[in-house]
Structure formats: C-alpha cells, structure tokens
C-alpha cells in the first residue's frame, strides 16, 4: 500500500510547556477535543483520542520538546509514525509536524483533520486561553 508523509508547521502564542502539555495531558485533550482521552505520556504509554477512533503509543517524550507516536485510526490495520516537535519562537512555540506512513488514499483527509480537528484547534485553545 502506498504511503505518504504529512508535514505542516504552526505558531502558537503559548510557551511550549502550555503547548506539551495540550498534547499529552488528558484533562486538556478533552478540553480541546471535546471527546474523551486517555494518555499515558511516558515512553511506551498507550493514548485512546476521540473515544478510541484514534490509537497509539508514545515512543519517545522528551517535556517541551518533542512527542513521537506510533498512531492509526481504530479502522487502519498498520500504524503510522508522528512526531511532534516545539522550538520556542519568541514568548511562543513553532510546533512542526512530521506524519509519516499516512495511507495513500487517505493522505488528503489526513492534512486537513490536522488543521481542523487537532493542531489548529490546539492552536485556538492555547491562544484564546491567555490572559
């Protein structure tokens, strides 16, 4: 099956700690997801995001810094590697994206889920939570 790799790049105007933190602590990911999470955010922990449609496991955290996870769709029968990496920008964070081994076919839909339902929604979370 072919596969493909999904790369985007976002600024967010929160500190990377605030903007880990959005993506490995459970209270949070529901907070923005609006659907339950579980999250075990240590090397080897296993996540279940919008109630177990998406799966995986935590293979490398490194706080502030960097997350990589294996992860798929409930409905995928191979999983997909991404990583997440932070670099402050200022009194914000540049969070790039790297999504690789995405199915071919659903490549397209892939991308924009990020920027609708995942990044971009952390993105107005973190920034509409200041102050």
Same mark, same amino acid.
């Given at each position: 099956? @072919?596969?493909?790799? =999904?790369?985007?790049?976002?600024? =967010?105007?929160?500190? @990377?700690?605030?903007?880990?933190? #959005? ?7 529901? #907070?923005?997801?609006?659907?339950? #999470? ?6 080897? *922990? ?16 490194? @706080? ?7 992860? $798929? ?14 670099? @402050?920008? *200022?009194?914000?964070? $540049? ?13 397209? #839909? =892939? ?8 990044? *971009? ?11």
């Amino acid at each position: 099956m @072919p596969v493909k790799t =999904i790369k985007q790049t976002y600024l =967010i105007e929160a500190p @990377p700690q605030r903007v880990f933190e #959005a993506l490995t602590n459970a209270e949070q990911i529901s #907070a923005w997801s609006g659907s339950e #999470a579980e999250m075990d955010a240590r090397p080897g *922990g296993a996540f279940s995001l919008w109630d177990g449609s998406i799966l995986g496991t935590n293979l490398a955290v490194e @706080p502030d810094k960097k997350l990589m996870q294996s992860w $798929r769709e409930a409905r995928w029968t191979a999983d997909s590697t991404v990583t997440f990496t932070l670099t @402050p920008d *200022g009194e914000g964070t $540049r969070l790039d994206l790297l999504h690789d081994d995405v199915p071919d076919e659903e490549h397209d #839909a =892939i991308a924009e889920g990020w920027d609708i339902y995942y990044l *971009g929604v952390i993105k107005e979370y973190l920034e509409g939570s200041r102050g």
